[in-house]
């Protein structure tokens, strides 16, 4: 699989090998009469590979959502750091940093 090497846990590419192979629905076939620019956007978001699926920014400007865009009113997030998950911490300190995340969120 090619996007094994994008995945750092272990445990989930290993997971993710497990599965069976599959064919990619056809989702105008699936959704019936659904409108192919709405499908276009859900096949592009439901892509499995990071580096080639939309930011946010790049599917709020998608033409399925031209009328609802207000380019005006979308401010952009800074990346959320993450890098605490890779950290190995016995499961006490993690519930405690969850508690403490918990008790701190506003």
């Keep these: 699989m090619l996007l094994s090497f994008q995945i750092s846990s272990k445990e989930a590419r290993n997971y993710i090998r497990s599965l069976p192979v599959m ?3 056809n989702f ?3 959704f019936q009469g659904a409108n192919s620019v709405a499908i276009d956007l859900l ?3 439901l892509e499995l590979d990071a580096d080639r699926r ?5 599917a709020l400007a998608h033409p399925y959502l031209a009328s609802s865009a207000d380019p005006t009113d979308e401010p952009t997030a800074e ?3 993450q890098s605490f ?4 911490l016995p499961v ?3 519930k405690r940093l969850v508690y403490e995340e918990t008790v701190n969120f506003v």
């Excluded at 998950?85 to 190995?88: G, H, I």
């Design 43 to 45: 096949e592009r978001m």
């Design 92 to 94: 006490q300190e993690w």
């Design 85 to 88: 998950e890779e950290r190995d």
């Design 23 to 25: 064919r990619k629905k």
């Design 54 to 58: 939309p930011t946010a920014t790049e």
């Design 28 to 30: 105008s076939e699936v």
């Design 79 to 81: 990346p959320c750091d």
